[in-house]
């Protein structure tokens, strides 16, 4: 996780693009909701690795 | 470590696809209006099914030549997984369908086309688990599955376009090609879609390495 976090971070300043006349972005919430759809999916694919891992274990057990 | 490079690409370009999808600007189009930011999770839903069909494919024809039963199992994974794909776009289509053309459902080529290839790979999977022969199996299933992607292509691929229907890019209706003048559409939609194939390859390789464990 702490190896995607600067990459994240390199994301940041190209936010600007958002368009401001609209109202679904012009009070700036609408990254709230980009964060909490990112989280989850960042979570599925934690989820995903250690699923990984776990065949993994037992592929080296046969 | 070195065979989790394209596991870190797919979730990498789908995180960007997820937060770029909704910041990004789009042209700004009657009746799709924002719904035009489907493009990047709906349509990707599509082309990542396709190329999992078309590897399942590829498998399918591997095993006939080599009867490798390794190839069998990353035929039905990769299969499994096109399967997924094809409900998600499926059900996203449909929201986004009932929002600019007013239902559910229409009768829509492709829509159409769609659920007959969602019924052919269905008898496909009823198909391998009637066979209890693993060799025999394999065999068959390889053989229908180089039928059913065949199929997919006419009624996904090539029926619609022969027709008129409410797709973009089909029966004279333009694609989205043309009012795609400042690429801000594209440099979202084309990372969204090889993120989905590539972490649609990983859920698979898991399927797949699963089946291998339980033989």
């Known amino acids: 996780m702490k190896k995607f976090l600067p990459l994240l971070a390199m994301c940041l300043p190209l936010m600007g693009w958002a368009q401001n006349d609209n109202p679904m972005y012009s009070n700036g919430k609408i990254y709230v909701v980009v964060a909490v759809i990112a989280v989850i999916f960042v979570g599925l694919a934690l989820y995903l690795v250690q699923l990984d891992r776990k065949i993994t274990k037992l592929e080296n057990e046969k | ?215």
């Open chain 2, 1 to 215: 470590m070195k065979g989790s490079i394209y596991k870190v690409l797919g979730v990498l370009l789908v995180v960007y696809s997820l937060i770029y999808g909704l910041l990004t600007k789009v042209p700004d189009m009657p009746i799709i209006e924002e719904s035009i930011r489907n493009l990047f999770y709906h349509v990707s839903m599509w082309f990542a099914m396709v190329a999992m069909m078309a590897a399942s494919f590829w498998n399918a024809i591997r095993f006939l030549g080599t009867e490798d039963l390794a190839k069998d199992r990353r035929s039905i994974s990769l299969a499994e997984m096109g399967m997924f794909f094809s409900f998600m776009g499926l059900f996203t289509g449909m929201i986004w369908a009932k929002f600019t053309w007013g239902a559910w459902w229409t009768n829509d080529p492709k829509l159409n086309g769609t659920a007959i290839t969602i019924l052919i790979y269905l008898a496909y999977f009823v198909l391998r688990n009637s066979m209890d022969d693993a060799r025999k199996k394999a065999r068959i299933s390889a053989v229908y599955n180089i039928f059913a992607f065949v199929m997919m292509i006419v009624f996904i691929g090539i029926l619609p376009r022969m027709t008129d229907s409410l797709h973009p890019g089909n029966g004279g209706n333009p694609g989205f090609n043309s009012y795609d003048l400042d690429n801000g559409l594209r440099i979202v939609f084309y990372p969204a879609v090889i993120g989905w194939i590539l972490v649609g390859t990983w859920i698979a390789s898991l399927r797949y390495r699963l089946k291998a464990l339980q033989e």
